[in-house]
């Protein structure tokens, strides 16, 4: 098969407020079947895998080096964008995790990248980390099709928006044929639009998802084919004035954020009684134990939080006046890493 287009991005690690531009407009909105391209393998070195298992993909033993890349592969027939960041010490005979970090309505896979400061755990924790872009234009940036639920603002998704769920699935294959990757390890966490996504993929695509981590976003999508009960940890502030923590927003935002685990909790066959914690201060823990299949649902509600990545880089005044309060009081990237390592992709017998 053909090599996917590659480019070194641009690295803005020193100026968080130009990456970040273009979010004071995006924010304050966040809300199949096909073939990809992708590299051919060949054998090579003896492979390792983290976190104890034995699984590797068919990218074990290609020559890649640590950094960051854009891919532009054609996926069901359409040129797409995903950033891509390798570790630091990465090596291509230890298969790693993947996780793939999905932007907020009208934003970028670059803001993403930005927003979340997610290299610098991937290079920490030793995991590929990938910023996927959606496809559908909207304000300064795009958004994603999720199945079923209107755009921002209530408008309907474009008769010709390609399928995101799929393009994600065919995104996977393309780097497991490309890095390292343990398929056991695959992760979806996402910002707002990009965490409702990352609920859709907990129920369309549970077998390639090993558990999600939606920030700011948390759904249970109606319907939801998952066949296994799919690990759930979730992030959201008190003070978000976009998704509200109670509900009552837009066409997609009409229940709130403690309906949306307890949903995942039942759908999940986890004790209806969950237990409240408050790890850290500011930080409540509601956590359903019991759950099927080893699965589990957390949901951290964080006081003095609007609608921003819970730990994040410091956002400028501009933003958190539109966006409410940032706090760091807790950490997303290293808790929501935490729950992964703790949730590998497990065979599952029997509905979920």
């Given at each position: 098969?053909?090599?996917?287009?590659?480019?070194?991005?641009?690295?803005?690690?020193s100026?968080?407020?130009?990456?970040?531009?273009?979010?004071?407009?995006a924010?304050?909105?966040?809300?199949?079947?096909?073939?990809?391209?992708?590299?051919?393998?060949?054998?090579?070195?003896?492979?390792?895998?983290?976190?104890n298992?034995?699984?590797?993909?068919?990218?074990?033993?290609?020559?890649?080096?640590?950094?960051?890349?854009?891919?532009?592969?054609?996926?069901?027939?359409?040129?797409?964008?995903?950033?891509?960041?390798?570790?630091?010490?990465?090596?291509?005979?230890?298969?790693?995790?993947l996780?793939?970090?999905?932007?907020?309505?009208?934003?970028?896979?670059?803001?993403?990248?930005?927003?979340?400061?997610?290299?610098?755990?991937?290079d920490?924790?030793?995991?590929?980390?990938v910023y996927?872009?959606?496809?559908?234009?909207?304000?300064?940036?795009?958004?994603?099709?999720?199945?079923?639920?209107?755009?921002?603002?209530?408008?309907a998704?474009?008769?010709?928006?390609?399928?995101?769920?799929?393009?994600?699935?065919?995104?996977?294959?393309?780097?497991?044929?490309?890095?390292c990757?343990?398929?056991?390890?695959?992760?979806?966490?996402g910002?707002?639009?990009?965490a409702?996504?990352?609920?859709?993929?907990?129920?369309?695509a549970?077998?390639?998802?090993?558990?999600v981590?939606?920030v700011?976003?948390?759904?249970?999508?109606t319907?939801?084919?998952?066949?296994?009960?799919?690990?759930?940890?979730?992030?959201?502030?008190?003070?978000?004035?976009?998704?509200?923590?109670n509900?009552?927003?837009?066409k997609?935002?009409?229940?709130?954020?403690?309906?949306?685990?307890?949903?995942?909790?039942?759908?999940?066959?986890?004790?209806?009684?969950?237990?409240?914690?408050?790890?850290?201060?500011?930080?409540?823990?509601?956590?359903?134990?019991?759950?099927g299949?080893?699965?589990?649902?957390?949901?951290?509600?964080?006081?003095?939080e609007?609608?921003e990545?819970?730990g994040?880089?410091?956002?400028?005044?501009?933003?958190?006046?539109?966006?409410g309060?940032?706090?760091?009081?807790?950490s997303?990237?290293?808790?929501?890493?935490?729950?992964?390592?703790?949730?590998?992709?497990?065979?599952?017998?029997?509905?979920?």
């Amino acid at each position: 098969m053909p090599q996917p287009n590659m480019r070194r991005s641009k690295r803005y690690r020193s100026t968080i407020a130009v990456a970040l531009g273009g979010l004071v407009l995006a924010l304050a909105g966040c809300g199949g079947s096909g073939s990809a391209t992708s590299t051919t393998s060949s054998s090579g070195p003896t492979t390792t895998v983290a976190a104890n298992s034995t699984s590797t993909s068919a990218g074990c033993g290609l020559p890649v080096s640590p950094g960051t890349v854009t891919m532009t592969p054609t996926i069901n027939g359409k040129s797409r964008v995903a950033i891509v960041h390798v570790p630091t010490g990465y090596r291509a005979t230890t298969a790693v995790a993947l996780v793939l970090n999905l932007h907020g309505s009208q934003s970028t896979a670059l803001e993403q990248e930005a927003l979340t400061d997610m290299d610098a755990t991937a290079d920490a924790d030793q995991f590929i980390v990938v910023y996927p872009q959606g496809d559908i234009p909207a304000g300064t940036g795009f958004e994603w099709n999720v199945p079923n639920e209107p755009l921002l603002g209530g408008a309907a998704v474009p008769a010709d928006a390609p399928n995101d769920v799929s393009f994600i699935e065919q995104l996977v294959i393309l780097l497991e044929h490309h890095y390292c990757i343990n398929p056991q390890r695959v992760y979806s966490t996402g910002f707002s639009g990009g965490a409702r996504m990352s609920s859709q993929l907990g129920c369309d695509a549970s077998g390639v998802f090993a558990a999600v981590a939606p920030v700011s976003g948390l759904r249970l999508p109606t319907p939801c084919p998952s066949t296994r009960p799919v690990p759930v940890i979730s992030f959201h502030g008190l003070d978000d004035p976009v998704d509200p923590y109670n509900g009552n927003g837009q066409k997609y935002w009409t229940y709130s954020v403690p309906v949306a685990a307890q949903r995942w909790a039942a759908h999940n066959d986890c004790s209806a009684k969950a237990v409240v914690s408050q790890p850290d201060p500011g930080v409540t823990l509601t956590a359903y134990p019991n759950c099927g299949g080893g699965s589990a649902v957390e949901l951290y509600s964080i006081a003095g939080e609007g609608h921003e990545w819970p730990g994040g880089p410091h956002l400028p005044r501009a933003i958190t006046k539109l966006l409410g309060p940032q706090t760091t009081a807790i950490s997303a990237n290293s808790t929501m890493w935490a729950f992964f390592l703790a949730h590998p992709l497990r065979p599952f017998v029997g509905a979920p």
